[in-house]
């Protein structure tokens, strides 16, 4: 059975003398939209882009000083009081990483060699100070953004494998 939709006629949808927009005009309103959202999606994204690179600049320049070690100190400190024996003291941009969180995600034993900025510093730190005293540190991707490798989290374990 064939259902048919009734079309209005024109007295009932249009007021007398008035006629309905061509398509043609329509689709140069719908153009003129759709390219006025694309200008203000590129305007966005060139800001997130120039927010991005500043942070990206900052964190390349940050080096990790004994502040860090003692916040880090502190929070496994409360993790071990905790019951816990592994804790993620620092959290960062995969893209942060030279191959974008490749190694990491893959658990290579070269994972460390992909850090830059800020990431290696608080690595080396951590290697350098609580290494020699039966700490263990290891990386993970944390967060999962459209199923791309988001934030990575530095781990300091203290069981005897690494967390």
């Not at 966005?44 to 100190?73: K, P, S, T």
Request: contains cysteine.
């Amino acid at each position: 059975m064939k259902h048919e939709i009734p079309v209005p006629h024109d007295s009932q949808t249009t007021p007398a003398g008035v006629s309905p927009p061509s398509a043609e005009s329509m689709r140069a309103v719908a153009n003129a939209a759709y390219e006025a959202q694309r200008r203000s999606r590129n305007q966005a994204q060139g800001g997130r882009e120039a927010e991005v690179e500043a942070l990206r600049a900052e964190f390349m320049n940050r080096v990790a000083d004994r502040a860090v070690l003692e916040r880090i100190v502190a929070t496994i400190g409360q993790a071990a009081s905790r019951g816990l024996k592994s804790i993620r003291v620092y959290t960062f941009p995969s893209e942060f990483c030279t191959d974008r969180g490749r190694a990491i995600n893959n658990d290579e034993a070269q994972w460390s060699a992909t850090l830059c900025g800020e990431a290696a510093s608080v690595h080396a730190l951590i290697e350098a100070e609580l290494g020699p005293l039966g700490y263990v540190v290891s990386a993970q991707i944390v967060t999962w953004p459209e199923l791309m490798p988001g934030d990575v989290g530095i781990i300091v374990g203290w069981d005897r494998v690494a967390p």
